[in-house]
């Protein structure tokens, strides 16, 4: 089994920055994808990023893709998300999910639906 830590959420004013962390434990593998999902009221959860372990390039959503990165750490099993020029947009509860996937395809990266380990979440607020 998979354990999902997140940490770094808070509160910024607009145009500041936060980096996220995820730390995962247990049994991971190389092929896992890491990524970042979040969710606004009253919206579903959005894919924000994507990363192996090893291997394929990082995916971003286009709504981020200028403004935040993803980024690894195997030493630690963490994965990070990067976040600057935050918008009030922005704000949402972050989650760190991980799931198998066998083939790197834009279209199955960004559905949550092939994510199964998930973190409980971490709140960004961004003030106007």
């Known amino acids: 089994q998979v354990q999902l830590v997140e940490s770094g959420g808070g509160s910024v004013q607009a145009g500041g920055s936060l980096r996220l962390s995820c730390a995962a434990s247990g049994r991971t593998f190389s092929t896992y994808a890491m990524g970042w999902f979040r969710q606004a009221p009253g919206k579903e959860r959005e894919f924000v990023a994507a990363?192996?372990?090893?291997?394929?390039?990082?995916v971003l959503a286009d709504s981020v893709k200028e403004r935040f990165t993803i980024s690894r750490d195997n030493a630690k099993n963490t994965v990070y998300l990067q976040m600057t020029n935050l918008k009030p947009e922005d704000t949402a509860v972050y989650y760190c999910?991980?799931?198998?996937?066998?083939?790197?395809?834009?279209?199955?990266?960004?559905?949550?639906?092939?994510?199964?380990?998930w973190g409980q979440g971490t709140q960004v607020t961004v003030s106007s």
């Open positions: 990363i192996r372990w090893t291997g394929d390039i990082p």
């Open positions: 999910a991980a799931g198998r996937i066998e083939v790197w395809l834009i279209s199955i990266v960004i559905n949550k639906a092939f994510y199964y380990y």
